[in-house]
């Protein structure tokens, strides 16, 4: 394991250091260094300290935890791997990311998910314990988004504009949300036992790893978005 | 008939002494124009699904067939012209939005065909290129303000990545999946025997195109289709595709109905969905943001992959090619209004953005007033159609062309315009296993080389007329043009003089 200070290092010296045959990282005093473990893979690399801005970005099947909160762009374009926030994450956290799974403890800022998409057995997943921002998923393609809303401060759920443009994948939140605002595309229905079977094991493993109640989560229904169709703008053009 | 009938735009005039029967013309038609009638042992034709590709006239073997404009035509009236009236009728039939392909075909100037070369006379004499060398070769990159030296007074070599091209020339963005396998292979074979680049466009690369990889620039859009750390490493440079000139303003779809086997494996997408790369990247909001993108980009491949950053030409492009030469891109691609598509709003198309003569030497003007030309490399695309007009284009300032268009034109298409019916009869705009056989790509691959082999010659006749033998002593040299009944306002703009002064 190799622990690098990274209180004097810039992102690109600290990528550098990432990028060496190690397998093992950790990050001290991180401050806000853009593009940690940028395109990495088959590595380790725990943050201690607030990750700057796309953090993760191509990831390709490494693990970054970090100890803090993560700023935007969390998981950009992510391939594989995991990343796990034991705080909240900006905005635009898994924007077009395709495969791997993020992790966020507290919340997520506006845009969470937007172009998540999945390919055969690559089927992204990110959860978010507290409460995400507005335009969640946008142009959803694919993947699994799911928002607990656990820290309940009376801060709704999700924020407006959710599933705009959404044509694929699924978008799971906690509680009965049937009644909040969702395009007309879309429709919103409570989730069955097969459906919350899906991603039993990934609640299971979040729980795990962020030491939540399972049981507590389980307690309340859930919400199950779908796209009613995967070319949503079929009818909207005319040859000339 | 009813009120939603509009007369065929096209007739089939067939020469029923040469036709021979053979049905060639029905094979070839995938639009279902010609069939046979066993009864009277005739062809027929229904003209009403002819797009005029010329595929049956081309394969014809007795030259039996013709497609000419029908004269049926509606009443003249030069505020009401005919396309717009049937355009009026369309949309009154369907309610939907009118949906166009390949480049703006209405009558907007040419600054081109507006612009003159100079040619040596006596004083400095003109060079003959098929006596003495001339250098087409550009390198495309970030270039140092000055020479450094080591410690010991010997040059500082290390330049930023450069991209190295044989003729400042580079096929553009075509993704797979608007274009076919075929297509995407010959200009894959062409790029690596002329020693120039083509550009995946933003589906994604096929693993079969990754050993062309050296002639290669991967493009990252908004959707990110086919985007992991793999196809950026894969190409010799990255482009971030902000815009693209045929439609500023608005992103790229590809329809489910052609996202099919590999195109779907490519894009990494299931069959049938659709591919939404709406225009707005929704994590760039200002120069900062993209300058996010660019390093992340550059992190994600260690420095070693030049970044373009490809825009529409629009209003305040010299403004915008400022901002993105601060961003640390280093070449920007400025895609002109002329551009074509695979499809986009004919609105969008015929009345979004500028010609990219304008922009090309606005931007290159302003970049050179602010002293940070040299920071960034211009690519200039956008209906590029002649080597004369890479002569001009380079001489506006740009460091090389890209074209898209004419290659098309070298493998087949004869700009019918119909490329978002995915029924390409020349197996270029198709994903149709028998249409996409037709385009056999070794020879779609020479007809390509020769047009560049020809280009490259001319580039070089033409440049031998001005004295130079250097394509890099052409770029920004404006005293080499002139400009032909053009106003002053346009000169100034241009940066260059009317003829005759």
């Known amino acids: 394991m190799k622990v690098i200070d990274a209180a004097a290092l810039d992102?690109?010296?600290?990528?550098?250091?990432?990028?060496?045959?190690?397998?093992?990282?950790?990050?001290?005093?991180?401050?806000?260094?853009?593009?940690?473990?940028?395109?990495?893979?088959?590595?380790?690399?725990?943050?201690?300290?607030?990750?700057?801005?796309?953090?993760?970005?191509?990831?390709?099947?490494?693990?970054?935890?970090?100890?803090?909160?993560?700023?935007?762009?969390?998981?950009?374009?992510?391939?594989?791997?995991?990343?796990?926030?034991?705080?909240?994450?900006?905005?635009?956290?898994?924007?077009a990311m395709r495969g791997g799974k993020i992790y966020v403890r507290d919340?997520?800022?506006?845009?969470?998910?937007?172009?998540?998409?999945?390919?055969?057995?690559?089927?992204?997943?990110?959860?978010?314990?507290?409460?995400?921002?507005?335009?969640?998923?946008?142009?959803?393609?694919?993947?699994?988004?799911?928002v607990l809303g656990l820290q309940e401060d009376h801060h709704p759920i999700i924020g407006n504009f959710p599933c705009t443009g959404m044509h694929g994948g699924k978008l799971f939140l906690r509680g009965d949300c049937r009644n909040l605002k969702f395009p007309p595309q879309v429709t919103a229905d409570i989730a069955s036992f097969e459906d919350l079977q899906g991603i039993m094991d990934d609640l299971k493993e979040y729980c795990s790893d962020f030491h939540y109640d399972l049981k507590t989560i389980l307690s309340s229904p859930f919400t199950l978005v779908t796209p009613n169709s995967k070319n949503p703008y079929k009818q909207m053009y005319v040859a000339n | 008939m009813s009120i939603e009938f509009i007369y065929p735009e096209f007739e089939v005039i067939r020469n029923e002494n040469r036709c021979i029967t053979c049905r060639i013309c029905q094979q070839q038609c995938a639009n279902g124009v010609h069939s046979y009638n066993s009864e009277t042992k005739q062809m027929v034709c229904d003209e009403s699904n002819c797009v005029n590709c010329q595929r049956c006239v081309s394969f014809c073997p007795t030259r039996a067939l013709k497609i000419v404009k029908s004269d049926c035509s509606l009443r003249e009236n030069a505020n009401w012209p005919e396309n717009m009236m049937k355009e009026i009728y369309k949309q009154a039939n369907s309610g939907g939005v009118l949906l166009s392909s390949m480049g703006n075909p209405n009558p907007l100037p040419v600054y081109w065909d507006r612009i003159?070369?100079?040619?040596?006379?006596?004083?400095?004499p003109p060079i003959d290129p098929l006596r003495e060398p001339m250098e087409t070769r550009i390198y495309l990159g970030k270039k140092p303000e000055q020479v450094h030296r080591m410690a010991d007074g010997s040059l500082d070599c290390e330049l930023p990545p450069q991209l190295e091209l044989s003729m400042p020339v580079m096929f553009s963005a075509m993704s797979y999946g608007s274009i076919s396998?075929?297509?995407?292979?010959?200009?894959?074979?062409?790029?690596?025997?002329?020693?120039?680049?083509?550009?995946?466009?933003?589906?994604?690369?096929?693993?079969?195109?990754?050993?062309?990889?050296?002639?290669?620039?991967?493009?990252?859009?908004?959707?990110?289709?086919?985007?992991?750390?793999?196809?950026?490493?894969?190409?010799?440079?990255?482009?971030?595709?902000?815009?693209?000139?045929?439609?500023?303003?608005?992103?790229?779809?590809?329809?489910?109905?052609?996202?099919?086997?590999?195109?779907?494996?490519?894009?990494?997408?299931?069959?049938?969905?659709?591919?939404?790369?709406?225009?707005?990247?929704?994590?760039?909001?200002?120069?900062?943001?993209?300058?996010?993108?660019?390093?992340?980009?550059?992190?994600?491949?260690?420095?070693?992959?030049?970044?373009?950053?490809?825009?529409?030409?629009?209003?305040?492009?010299?403004?915008?090619?400022?901002?993105i030469a601060r961003s640390g891109a280093d070449i920007i691609a400025i895609d002109g209004f002329r551009?074509?598509?695979?499809?986009?709003?004919?609105?969008?198309?015929?009345?979004?953005?500028?010609?990219?003569?304008?922009?090309?030497?606005?931007?290159?003007?302003?970049?050179?007033?602010?002293?940070?030309?040299?920071?960034?490399?211009?690519?200039?695309?956008?209906?590029?159609?002649?080597?004369?007009?890479?002569?001009?284009?380079?001489?506006?300032?740009?460091?090389?062309?890209?074209?898209?268009?004419?290659?098309?034109?070298?493998?087949?298409?004869?700009?019918?315009?119909?490329?978002?019916?995915?029924?390409?009869?020349?197996?270029?705009?198709?994903?149709?296993?028998?249409?996409?056989?037709?385009?056999?790509?070794?020879?779609?691959?020479?007809?390509?080389?020769?047009?560049?082999?020809?280009?490259?010659?001319?580039?070089?006749?033409?440049?031998?007329?001005?004295?130079?033998?250097?394509?890099?002593?052409?770029?920004?040299?404006?005293?080499?043009?002139?400009g032909i009944g053009l106003n002053e306002k346009e000169l100034e703009i241009l940066g260059i003089s009317h003829a005759g002064e």
């Open chain 1, 11 to 95: 992102y690109k010296t600290l990528n550098e250091v990432l990028r060496q045959p190690e397998h093992d990282y950790v990050i001290e005093g991180c401050c806000g260094q853009r593009f940690i473990g940028a395109g990495m893979s088959d590595r380790n690399i725990t943050v201690n300290g607030i990750s700057g801005n796309a953090l993760g970005a191509y990831l390709n099947n490494a693990s970054i935890t970090v100890n803090a909160n993560a700023q935007d762009a969390v998981g950009d374009t992510m391939n594989a791997g995991k990343i796990l926030i034991h705080g909240s994450a900006g905005d635009a956290a898994g924007y």
């Open chain 1, 107 to 146: 919340h997520a800022g506006y845009r969470a998910g937007i172009h998540m998409k999945e390919y055969k057995k690559k089927v992204p997943i990110m959860i978010i314990g507290g409460c995400a921002g507005s335009f969640l998923g946008e142009y959803q393609a694919g993947g699994i988004l799911i």
């Open chain 2, 116 to 124: 003159l070369i100079n040619a040596s006379q006596v004083t400095n």
């Open chain 2, 181 to 323: 396998y075929n297509a995407h292979k010959s200009l894959a074979l062409a790029a690596k025997e002329l020693g120039i680049l083509y550009n995946t466009g933003e589906g994604g690369l096929h693993e079969d195109f990754y050993c062309y990889g050296e002639n290669t620039i991967v493009q990252v859009a908004s959707g990110r289709f086919g985007v992991h750390e793999k196809y950026l490493n894969a190409g010799a440079g990255i482009e971030i595709k902000m815009g693209q000139g045929a439609k500023p303003g608005i992103g790229g779809h590809l329809p489910g109905t052609k996202i099919v086997g590999d195109v779907s494996r490519t894009r990494m997408i299931p069959e049938g969905s659709d591919a939404i790369s709406p225009a707005p990247h929704h994590d760039i909001y200002s120069i900062e943001d993209l300058r996010q993108l660019v390093c992340s980009l550059k992190e994600a491949t260690e420095y070693k992959k030049p970044i373009i950053v490809k825009v529409a030409a629009v209003h305040n492009i010299a403004a915008i090619a400022s901002g």
């Open chain 2, 339 to 482: 551009g074509g598509t695979g499809a986009a709003p004919t609105r969008i198309r015929d009345n979004v953005g500028i010609p990219v003569e304008l922009a090309l030497a606005a931007v290159d003007q302003r970049l050179r007033d602010e002293g940070i030309r040299n920071h960034v490399s211009l690519v200039a695309g956008g209906s590029i159609r002649s080597a004369s007009d890479v002569v001009k284009a380079v001489a506006l300032g740009a460091d090389a062309c890209y074209v898209a268009t004419a290659a098309l034109l070298a493998l087949g298409c004869h700009l019918c315009r119909t490329c978002q019916s995915g029924k390409c009869n020349w197996g270029i705009a198709t994903q149709n296993p028998e249409l996409v056989e037709r385009l056999d790509p070794q020879t779609g691959s020479r007809r390509l080389i020769n047009l560049m082999t020809a280009w490259k010659h001319e580039i070089k006749e033409l440049m031998g007329g001005m004295g130079i033998n250097s394509i890099e002593a052409l770029r920004g040299n404006r005293l080499m043009l002139r």
